[in-house]
């Protein structure tokens, strides 16, 4: 879903060099606890946050938006060693991990019940591949994750990626996913990879990879994630996928649901109706269409284009 040119792949080399960064400091810190003696007693947890800050992965909903790294080490507290697990986890089962890992049972009242599951269940099982039968799925989604739409806006989503499936709702498509283009696409770092997409589509060169990492979406998006891992190829409109859409879709609004999930309601525009936590961004796009010089320093002023685009 990006231009295979020199600039993009450096750009991805400059993001590889970070990741080497991450690897070395890794590196001392575990040769640290080895040091203290500690290290076969210690849970390290390796993960990352979730996507790329590049168009089409930071703060969407695709497969490399949320299937991110995990490294887990701990000798005296996981059965085996070296094994690859394809299990879906999620961030929220590393708080009961580390609470059972120090033997907190009951953690109340001194916090809230925590939503995700310890990892407990894996660990305790030598097994590579898929080892507990009920992590078989994961929810996705996301709401206000940026500034810079009318009315202070976001782009709704909820999701279930089950087995090689990933099943997308967009509640409000009329929407630009990454942002307004009037002002810069807020939802999408400065990189040259975004500066390169969007000056395709201005000079008439191309309009197919701003169209995948910018333009609008439809209501409902459906992918093979094993035979598509970019998900470019949406297969909501296939009637030869009409039972799986029905029952991905099914499985999600029934799980949201039992979860509150304001969505499943009728009443999600409460996600939209919250008050920002700093004046510096509330009204950001009238503020800046009126004229006003709001500041927005992770993207670059020639990310802003010049009229509102259809």
Known sequence: YWPDTDTVRNDMLDYAVEVEHYDDHLGRIIDAIDAAGQLENTLIVATSDHGMPFPR??????????HIPMAIRWPAGIQGANRTVDDFV???DLAPT??????IRRPGPIMQPTSGRSLFDIFSVDQSGHVVPDRDHVLVGKERHDIGRPNAGGYPIRGIRKGDLLYLQNFEPDRWPAGNPET????????PTKTLILNQRRSGEATTFWNL????RPPVEFYNVAKDPDCTNNLAESQGHAAEIKRLRDQM?????????PRMSGDGDVFDRYPYSSPATDRFYER?????????GWVNPDDFEKEPLD
Not at 98 to 103: I, K, N, R, S
């Open 57 to 66: 992965v930071k703060g969407q909903a695709y497969a490399d938006s949320n």
């Open 90 to 92: 999620n961030f929220t």
């Open 98 to 103: 580390f609470l059972q890992a120090a033997g």
């Open 184 to 191: 810069g696409y807020l939802n999408c770092d400065a990189s």
């Open 213 to 216: 990492n910018f333009g609008k």
């Open 253 to 261: 609004t029934r799980e949201l649901t039992q979860q509150g999930d």
């Open 288 to 296: 800046y269409m009126a004229g006003e010089k709001v500041k927005a």
